[in-house]
């Protein structure tokens, strides 16, 4: 771990597994791809998302790589796959992007979860799992979340988890022929 002159991280060292009673959240690799594929196939996720689903076992390949793998490698952000404990299968994803380290300390947190896994209290574990991780030991002062409105469960996580709702991005995303809104939230260190 490498931190600036604040203490404040600027890069990981060794990949962080984190666990809580119920989950592990670790490292995604390439033999991930299968479940990349599936998962952000499922039509919620890709609506909510509003990113297309790979086409094929190749395209979720780059797409790991890209949006799972690399950013750990080039200290951009990190994303772990999640898993409950006992099993094999990951239930879904949940990462940090958009890491500014300078400036500004904060990070945008993103998540998803496979549909059978939704409801069951497993994204509040994981997510203050991250948080967590991001306040103590990244030393952010700020973690953004931003959600499409419709996205009820994902609103009601954030407030849950003490997340303050900052505005409304109107229009903000272009997507299959419409502009979409973003909710976005944020929550402090201090908070």
């Given at each position: 771990m490498k931190t600036d002159e604040t203490g404040r991280m600027v890069e990981f060292g060794e990949?962080?597994?984190?666990?809580?009673k119920r989950l592990v959240l670790r490292r995604m690799t390439l033999a991930d791809a299968g479940f990349y594929l599936r998962h952000f196939s499922d039509p919620d996720i890709v609506?909510?998302?509003?990113f297309d689903a790979p086409q094929n076992i190749d395209k979720a390949r780059q797409e790991l790589l890209e949006f799972c793998i690399k950013p750990f490698e080039e200290s951009k952000g990190i994303r772990w796959g999640i898993v409950l404990k006992g099993e094999t299968e990951l239930a879904g994803t949940i990462g940090y992007h958009q890491w500014v380290k300078a400036g500004g300390y904060h990070a945008r947190v993103g998540y998803d979860?496979?549909?059978?896994?939704?409801?069951?209290g497993i994204m509040t574990d994981a997510l203050m799992a991250v948080l967590?991780?991001?306040?103590?030991?990244?030393?952010?002062?700020?973690?953004?979340?931003c959600t499409d409105p419709r996205n009820v469960a994902s609103i009601r996580l954030l407030e849950k988890l003490g997340f303050h709702q900052d505005g409304v991005l109107r229009e903000n995303t272009?997507?299959?022929?419409?502009?979409?809104d973003e909710v976005v939230f944020s929550l402090l260190?201090?908070?």
């Open positions: 990949f962080p597994e984190l666990e809580t609506e909510l998302t509003a979860l496979v549909a059978a896994y939704r409801r069951r967590r991780c991001g306040f103590e030991t990244m030393r952010l002062n700020k973690v953004e979340a272009y997507y299959h022929g419409r502009f979409i260190a201090s908070e």
